[in-house]
């Protein structure tokens, strides 16, 4: 029997416009199509690693309300087991505000509400659950003193621990050297290394991976269209091109590569293998509308990677055949990073 994943973190409702444009401060702009979708950062991974046929447990916080019912529903119908999912007796369940415009962009913002109280005393509770895990993940929508505790008790149970640094915010040191997977995006990278988005790009993005890679063990940079950047502890340094999609909202797709990076390590993969498996997910997630309704399924990811492959030549049998038994050279590997 596999080791559950255990995602503890976000439960939020979103409130999602469509339109061409995302409204600029003070600008009012009209949008095409209004939709509520379930989300949440750690309801959002959850949902794409059970959607990947992996086991998976959610330990959250939802409101006493109606939004919190259905979310937690929502979760279960996945089959992802909800018994650490409470409702918080005085807040309403977290709700995001979503802009999409017609690039598929978008622009958010969270009322954690709910989410607020999953604290370090509902975490204890969970111990057995944390115990049993064989990966925790988690992001920064519940309290940091939560977080903090998260990596402390991976840490002291060997259990490898994913921190995806969202909302970007900047983090302890400390905290930092207890994470085994850091996946920031460009925005976050920034808030992490306390630099200027102007100073980041594809060229000095692995300068600034590798000063995050001094303290988690394993960084890996998303930066949507322009792929990904990995520095690992065993070395490796790897720019990831994307895959190329058509985008019709970005939202949740960081959350869908973590669930990938996830499912994929646990299956054994190595970090660049996980990396691609993990950029097919989160790429198929941007290529529909909403958080965990855009989530694809196991057999829509592997069908996605076969389509990626190079075309069959007449002796594609026999090559074929190589190819499986000889896997494609690390700087082959290719893959997409949503952010
Ligand atoms: O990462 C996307 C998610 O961020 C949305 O589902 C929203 O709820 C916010 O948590």
């Known amino acids: 029997m596999n080791r559950p994943i255990v995602v503890a973190g976000s439960i939020n409702l979103d409130l999602v416009s469509i339109g061409k444009r995302i409204p600029a401060p003070g600008e009012t702009v009209k949008g095409d199509t209004f939709h509520t979708f379930h989300g949440g950062k750690g309801a959002n991974q959850a949902v794409a690693a059970a959607r990947l046929q992996y086991p998976v447990s959610m330990i959250g916080k939802v409101g006493a309300d109606d939004f919190g019912k259905r979310l937690q529903q929502g979760l279960r119908a996945e089959g992802i087991n909800v018994r650490a999912v409470s409702a918080a007796a005085s807040s309403a369940s977290g709700v995001a505000m979503i802009s999409v415009d017609a690039k598929g962009q978008n622009s958010i913002t969270v009322v954690p509400g709910a989410n607020n109280e999953l604290l370090p005393r509902d975490l204890e509770k969970c111990l057995p659950l944390l115990r049993s895990a064989g990966i925790i993940l988690t992001q920064l929508e519940i309290p940091l003193e939560s977080v903090e505790y998260l990596s402390t008790l991976a840490q002291r149970h060997k259990i490898p621990f994913m921190l995806d640094p969202a909302p970007a915010r900047s983090i302890p040191r400390t905290l930092l050297r207890r994470v085994t997977y850091l996946t920031p995006n460009e925005t976050e990278t920034c808030a992490l290394c306390g630099i200027s988005p102007a100073d980041l790009s594809p060229a000095t993005v692995a300068r600034y991976a590798q000063f995050l890679q001094g303290g988690a063990a394993n960084v890996i940079v998303k930066m949507g269209r322009l792929g990904a950047y990995v520095a690992a502890a065993d070395g490796l340094r790897m720019p990831f091109p994307a895959f190329r999609i058509k985008a019709v909202d970005s939202t949740a797709a960081g959350d869908a590569f973590n669930a990938g990076l996830a ?72 893959a997409a990073m949503p952010n």
């Open 263 to 334: 499912v994929a390590l646990m299956r054994g993969m190595d970090l660049p293998q996980a990396v691609r498996f993990a950029a097919a997910v989160g790429a198929l997630s941007a290529t529909r509308p909403g958080a965990q309704s855009s989530m694809p399924q196991g057999c829509e990811v592997e069908q996605f990677l076969r389509s990626q492959e190079p075309p069959r030549s007449r002796d594609s049998g026999a090559k074929r055949a190589l190819r499986t038994a000889n896997p494609p050279p690390r700087s082959r590997h290719e």
